[in-house]
C-alpha cells in the first residue's frame, strides 16, 4: 500500500546569495521537462540546500548518486536533517571489504572472492527498496552500486506478502511462507530478517532492520497486526494497522515456480558448457565447473539461495542473453511515472559510471573461460553507459568543475552558483617549494594547533598518506589518514573526530577532494602539486583547496617547484570567483563568516550474521564429505562458508 505524503523541506535557512535564482531555473527546467541541467555550484555556496529546496517544489521522487561512499554518508546525513518526516534511504555496497572473483592465467592463480558483509549496510539497501515501492515522498543516496544488477522490481514486489486484518491464518503455511522469503525462523533471539511465534503472536523482525511486526492470532484469523518501531533503539512506538505489505528480506528472489524454472534453464546451460569443455578436452574446467555450479544448485533446491547468488540473475529474472540488467533506476522506472537523478560531483561521477561495465566483463570473461562459471554469470553486470543514460529520466549534475560531458549535454540548462550565502570568498593561494614540504607542513600544523583550526592534507599514493601519517605521529601530532581502504563505516568517524578537537588534521588522497563539508578546516595543503596528472590538474586542485571555503581564513598551499599549466589555470579561475564575490559582498554590505554546522555523533551498529542451522547442517555435511574423500581445496572453502555464521 503506497503512502502519500508530500517531501517536505524543514530547515532554519532561507535562500541566500545567488542560491534563488539557481532554485528557479533549476525548477522551471524540470518543469519544462528538460533532461539534463547542471549546477555549476561551488564548494560552501549551499548546493545541497539548494536541491533540497528544487526536489520540494517538484515533488519528485529522487536518486542522488555520489562518486564515493564518504560523500554518500555524508549527504544522507545532511538530507535526513533536511526532510526528517519523510524517507531518505541509503544504497551503498555492502561490503566492509571486497576482493571481488578473479582468474589470472598467466600465473594460474585464482583468487577467491573475499567480502565482508555489513550486515547494518544490507538492511539499509533493503529499506531503500522498499521506500520506493511503497510512496513518492522517497529520496534516496546511493554510489555507483546504484547501476549493478538487482534483480527485477515486478518479480521482488509481486512476492511480497500482505497482512490483513481478519484474514485467515495458519502457523504451518506462513511460517513456509516466510522462510521462502528469506527470512529465518529464530525461536531464542529476534534480530532483522528473521521471525518467531510466541504463543498466539507472530514476531517478524523487518529485514530493513529498525521495526519489529505482531501478527496477533485468534482462531486461525489475524485479530491484529501491530508494528513497533524502531526496536533495536527501544523507541518501540507502536502502530495499529489493518495492513501490512512484508517484502522478502534479500533483494535476489525469485517466485517459487519460476525458481523451479531457473534452475532447470541454470541445469540447462551447465550440460551445454560442460559439454564444451569435454569437447575441448578442458578436464580441469571440467571438474571446476561441474563442482562449483552443482554446489549452487543444491543450495538453490534446498534453501532457494546460494552464495553468490547473483551470478544467476539472468535466468533468475528471466532476461535474455544482452537484455539490460535490473538496477535501482528499474527500481524508480517500476514506481514513478517521473523521478529525479541527481548526480553529485559529476565530474568524477561519469568517468565512474562508462568504466564500470568493461572492467566487470573482463573480470567475469576471463572466470568464464577457465570453469569457475557459466557464461551468462557475464549477464551479472553494471550497465552500459547507454543504458544508463536511456534510463534517465530528468537529471541534474552538480560540479564545481563540470566536464565537458555535462556542459554539451545541458547546453543552455547551466546554473551557475558561486556566490556563498556566508560572504566567505575562494582560499587564497600559496605556492612554496616542494623540497622542504614535511618541514613547512609541520610549521603550520604547529600553527594551526596554536589557533585550534584544522588542516587537510593531500599526497599522491595511499603510502605516501600511511607514511605522512605515521611520521607525524611520531611527532606527537594528532593525525589519520584516509583512503579507499578504510571501511566506508569509520571514514565518517574520523571526519567527526577532526572536526570535535580529537584530531588536529587528516590525510588523504581524492578522497579528500570532493564534497566533503568540514567547516573548521582553514588550510589545505596539497604536496607535489606539480605532478602533473589526474590528482594535479585544474579539476582536481580547484576541488581540493574548495575544502578550505567554508572557513572565513580559509587558504591553500599548493607545494610545487614550478607553476604548471593546471596550477596557473587555477589561479586565475580561482582570482576570477574572488572578484565576482567581493563584488557582490560589497554591494550587499556583506561581512564574510566561518559556517557553522552541527557535528552529528556517527551512530553505527553492525549486526552478527544470524546462525541458519539449515544451511549450517548443510555445509557440515558436505565439509565431513570433502574430508573422508581427502577433498581438502573444498574442505577448506566449506570450511571458510561455515565460519561465516559464527563470526
Same mark, same amino acid.
Given at each position: 500500500?503506497?503512502?502519500?505524503?508530500?517531501?517536505?523541506?524543514?530547515?532554519?535557512?532561507?535562500?541566500?546569495?545567488?542560491?534563488?535564482?539557481?532554485?528557479?531555473?533549476?525548477?522551471?527546467?524540470?518543469?519544462?521537462?528538460?533532461?539534463?541541467?547542471?549546477?555549476?555550484?561551488?564548494?560552501?555556496?549551499?548546493?545541497?540546500?539548494?536541491?533540497?529546496?528544487?526536489?520540494?517544489?517538484?515533488?519528485?521522487?529522487?536518486?542522488?548518486?555520489?562518486?564515493?561512499?564518504?560523500?554518500?554518508?555524508?549527504?544522507?546525513?545532511?538530507?535526513?536533517?533536511?526532510?526528517?518526516?519523510?524517507?531518505?534511504?541509503?544504497?551503498?555496497?555492502?561490503?566492509?571489504?571486497?576482493?571481488?572473483?578473479?582468474?589470472?592465467?598467466?600465473?594460474?592463480?585464482?583468487?577467491?572472492?573475499?567480502?565482508?558483509?555489513?550486515?547494518?549496510?544490507?538492511?539499509?539497501?533493503?529499506?531503500?527498496?522498499?521506500?520506493?515501492?511503497?510512496?513518492?515522498?522517497?529520496?534516496?543516496?546511493?554510489?555507483?552500486?546504484?547501476?549493478?544488477?538487482?534483480?527485477?522490481?515486478?518479480?521482488?514486489?509481486?512476492?511480497?506478502?500482505?497482512?490483513?486484518?481478519?484474514?485467515?491464518?495458519?502457523?504451518?503455511?506462513?511460517?513456509?511462507?516466510?522462510?521462502?522469503?528469506?527470512?529465518?525462523?529464530?525461536?531464542?533471539?529476534?534480530?532483522?530478517?528473521?521471525?518467531?511465534?510466541?504463543?498466539?503472536?507472530?514476531?517478524?523482525?523487518?529485514?530493513?532492520?529498525?521495526?519489529?511486526?505482531?501478527?496477533?492470532?485468534?482462531?486461525?484469523?489475524?485479530?491484529?497486526?501491530?508494528?513497533?518501531?524502531?526496536?533495536?533503539?527501544?523507541?518501540?512506538?507502536?502502530?495499529?494497522?489493518?495492513?501490512?505489505?512484508?517484502?522478502?528480506?534479500?533483494?535476489?528472489?525469485?517466485?517459487?515456480?519460476?525458481?523451479?524454472?531457473?534452475?532447470?534453464?541454470?541445469?540447462?546451460?551447465?550440460?551445454?558448457?560442460?559439454?564444451?569443455?569435454?569437447?575441448?578436452?578442458?578436464?580441469?574446467?571440467?571438474?571446476?565447473?561441474?563442482?562449483?555450479?552443482?554446489?549452487?544448485?543444491?543450495?538453490?533446491?534446498?534453501?532457494?539461495?546460494?552464495?553468490?547468488?547473483?551470478?544467476?540473475?539472468?535466468?533468475?529474472?528471466?532476461?535474455?542473453?544482452?537484455?539490460?540488467?535490473?538496477?535501482?533506476?528499474?527500481?524508480?522506472?517500476?514506481?514513478?511515472?517521473?523521478?529525479?537523478?541527481?548526480?553529485?560531483?559529476?565530474?568524477?561521477?561519469?568517468?565512474?559510471?562508462?568504466?564500470?561495465?568493461?572492467?566487470?566483463?573482463?573480470?567475469?570473461?576471463?572466470?568464464?573461460?577457465?570453469?569457475?562459471?557459466?557464461?551468462?554469470?557475464?549477464?551479472?553486470?553494471?550497465?552500459?553507459?547507454?543504458?544508463?543514460?536511456?534510463?534517465?529520466?530528468?537529471?541534474?549534475?552538480?560540479?564545481?568543475?563540470?566536464?565537458?560531458?555535462?556542459?554539451?549535454?545541458?547546453?543552455?540548462?547551466?546554473?551557475?552558483?558561486?556566490?556563498?550565502?556566508?560572504?566567505?570568498?575562494?582560499?587564497?593561494?600559496?605556492?612554496?617549494?616542494?623540497?622542504?614540504?614535511?618541514?613547512?607542513?609541520?610549521?603550520?600544523?604547529?600553527?594551526?594547533?596554536?589557533?585550534?583550526?584544522?588542516?587537510?592534507?593531500?599526497?599522491? +599514493?595511499? &603510502?605516501?598518506?600511511?607514511?605522512?601519517?605515521? %611520521?607525524? *605521529?611520531?611527532? #606527537?601530532?594528532?593525525? @589519520?589518514? !584516509?583512503?579507499?581502504?578504510?571501511?566506508?563505516?569509520?571514514?565518517?568517524?574520523?571526519?567527526?573526530?577532526?572536526?570535535?578537537?580529537?584530531?588536529?588534521?587528516?590525510?588523504?588522497?581524492?578522497?579528500?577532494?570532493?564534497?566533503?563539508?568540514?567547516?573548521?578546516?582553514?588550510?589545505?595543503?596539497?604536496?607535489?602539486?606539480?605532478?602533473?596528472?589526474?590528482?594535479?590538474?585544474?579539476?582536481?586542485?580547484?576541488?581540493?583547496?574548495?575544502?578550505?571555503?567554508?572557513?572565513?581564513?580559509?587558504?591553500?598551499?599548493?607545494?610545487?617547484?614550478?607553476?604548471?599549466?593546471?596550477?596557473?589555470?587555477?589561479?586565475?579561475? +580561482?582570482? &576570477?570567483?574572488?572578484?565576482?564575490?567581493?563584488? %557582490?559582498? *560589497?554591494?550587499? #554590505?556583506?561581512?564574510? @563568516?566561518? !559556517?557553522?554546522?552541527?557535528?552529528?555523533?556517527?551512530?553505527?551498529?553492525?549486526?552478527?550474521?544470524?546462525?541458519?542451522?539449515?544451511?549450517?547442517?548443510?555445509?557440515?555435511?558436505?565439509?565431513?564429505?570433502?574430508?573422508?574423500?581427502?577433498?581438502?581445496?573444498?574442505?577448506?572453502?566449506?570450511?571458510?562458508?561455515?565460519?561465516?555464521?559464527?563470526?
Amino acid at each position: 500500500m503506497k503512502n502519500n505524503m508530500n517531501l517536505k523541506l524543514v530547515s532554519e535557512y532561507s535562500p541566500k546569495g545567488d542560491q534563488q535564482q539557481a532554485i528557479d531555473k533549476l525548477v522551471s527546467g524540470l518543469s519544462k521537462n528538460e533532461k539534463h541541467q547542471t549546477l555549476l555550484g561551488i564548494t560552501g555556496s549551499g548546493k545541497t540546500y539548494t536541491l533540497a529546496n528544487v526536489i520540494e517544489k517538484t515533488q519528485l521522487p529522487t536518486l542522488i548518486i555520489s562518486p564515493n561512499k564518504t560523500l554518500a554518508a555524508q549527504l544522507y546525513e545532511e538530507f535526513k536533517n533536511f526532510f526528517p518526516e519523510n524517507k531518505v534511504e541509503y544504497f551503498i555496497s555492502f561490503y566492509d571489504y571486497y576482493q571481488p572473483e578473479a582468474y589470472l592465467p598467466s600465473v594460474d592463480k585464482y583468487i577467491e572472492k573475499d567480502a565482508k558483509i555489513n550486515q547494518e549496510i544490507e538492511q539499509m539497501r533493503a529499506s531503500a527498496v522498499n521506500s520506493i515501492l511503497t510512496g513518492r515522498d522517497v529520496i534516496v543516496i546511493a554510489s555507483v552500486s546504484a547501476i549493478y544488477d538487482l534483480g527485477n522490481p515486478k518479480i521482488f514486489e509481486n512476492m511480497k506478502h500482505v497482512f490483513r486484518k481478519n484474514d485467515p491464518i495458519q502457523r504451518r503455511d506462513i511460517s513456509k511462507k516466510l522462510v521462502f522469503l528469506q527470512y529465518k525462523k529464530n525461536n531464542l533471539e529476534l534480530k532483522p530478517g528473521t521471525f518467531r511465534f510466541r504463543e498466539d503472536v507472530l514476531e517478524i523482525f523487518v529485514s530493513t532492520g529498525h521495526n519489529v511486526l505482531e501478527i496477533d492470532i485468534q482462531n486461525n484469523k489475524i485479530n491484529k497486526i501491530n508494528l513497533k518501531k524502531n526496536y533495536l533503539k527501544n523507541n518501540k512506538d507502536v502502530s495499529n494497522l489493518d495492513t501490512y505489505d512484508l517484502f522478502p528480506a534479500k533483494l535476489f528472489v525469485t517466485e517459487k515456480d519460476k525458481l523451479n524454472l531457473a534452475i532447470i534453464e541454470i541445469e540447462k546451460e551447465l550440460k551445454e558448457r560442460l559439454n564444451f569443455f569435454k569437447k575441448n578436452k578442458q578436464i580441469l574446467e571440467y571438474e571446476r565447473l561441474k563442482r562449483i555450479t552443482n554446489y549452487d544448485l543444491a543450495l538453490l533446491k534446498e534453501m532457494g539461495y546460494c552464495p553468490g547468488i547473483e551470478n544467476y540473475s539472468l535466468h533468475l529474472s528471466f532476461r535474455k542473453k544482452g537484455d539490460t540488467p535490473y538496477s535501482l533506476l528499474d527500481h524508480f522506472i517500476y514506481s514513478f511515472k517521473d523521478y529525479l537523478i541527481i548526480l553529485d560531483e559529476s565530474h568524477i561521477g561519469i568517468p565512474q559510471l562508462k568504466g564500470m561495465y568493461m572492467g566487470n566483463k573482463k573480470r567475469k570473461e576471463t572466470l568464464v573461460e577457465h570453469g569457475f562459471r557459466l557464461p551468462s554469470a557475464i549477464e551479472n553486470r553494471p550497465l552500459k553507459f547507454k543504458e544508463f543514460e536511456n534510463k534517465v529520466d530528468k537529471i541534474i549534475y552538480t560540479s564545481a568543475t563540470p566536464s565537458e560531458y555535462e556542459v554539451e549535454k545541458s547546453e543552455t540548462n547551466l546554473v551557475e552558483q558561486i556566490i556563498r550565502p556566508t560572504g566567505i570568498l575562494d582560499p587564497e593561494i600559496e605556492v612554496r617549494p616542494c623540497k622542504t614540504q614535511v618541514e613547512d607542513i609541520i610549521k603550520e600544523l604547529e600553527k594551526q594547533a596554536e589557533k585550534k583550526e584544522k588542516t587537510l592534507i593531500l599526497t599522491l +599514493t595511499k &603510502r605516501s598518506s600511511e607514511n605522512l601519517t605515521r %611520521y607525524l *605521529k611520531q611527532r #606527537n601530532f594528532k593525525v @589519520e589518514y !584516509i583512503h579507499s581502504e578504510i571501511k566506508p563505516l569509520e571514514r565518517p568517524k574520523i571526519l567527526e573526530k577532526l572536526r570535535n578537537g580529537k584530531i588536529d588534521a587528516v590525510i588523504g588522497i581524492n578522497l579528500l577532494r570532493e564534497g566533503l563539508d568540514i567547516p573548521e578546516v582553514s588550510i589545505v595543503a596539497m604536496l607535489d602539486a606539480d605532478k602533473e596528472g589526474f590528482l594535479r590538474n585544474k579539476t582536481s586542485i580547484l576541488q581540493a583547496i574548495g575544502r578550505a571555503a567554508r572557513n572565513k581564513d580559509g587558504k591553500a598551499i599548493l607545494y610545487a617547484d614550478k607553476v604548471t599549466k593546471s596550477i596557473q589555470e587555477t589561479i586565475d579561475e +580561482t582570482n &576570477r570567483r574572488r572578484k565576482i564575490q567581493e563584488e %557582490y559582498n *560589497k554591494k550587499h #554590505n556583506i561581512t564574510s @563568516e566561518t !559556517i557553522k554546522k552541527k557535528i552529528t555523533q556517527t551512530e553505527t551498529k553492525i549486526e552478527k550474521i544470524p546462525k541458519d542451522e539449515k544451511i549450517i547442517n548443510y555445509l557440515q555435511k558436505e565439509l565431513n564429505k570433502a574430508i573422508k574423500e581427502w577433498d581438502f581445496e573444498k574442505a577448506a572453502k566449506l570450511r571458510d562458508e561455515l565460519e561465516r555464521f559464527y563470526k
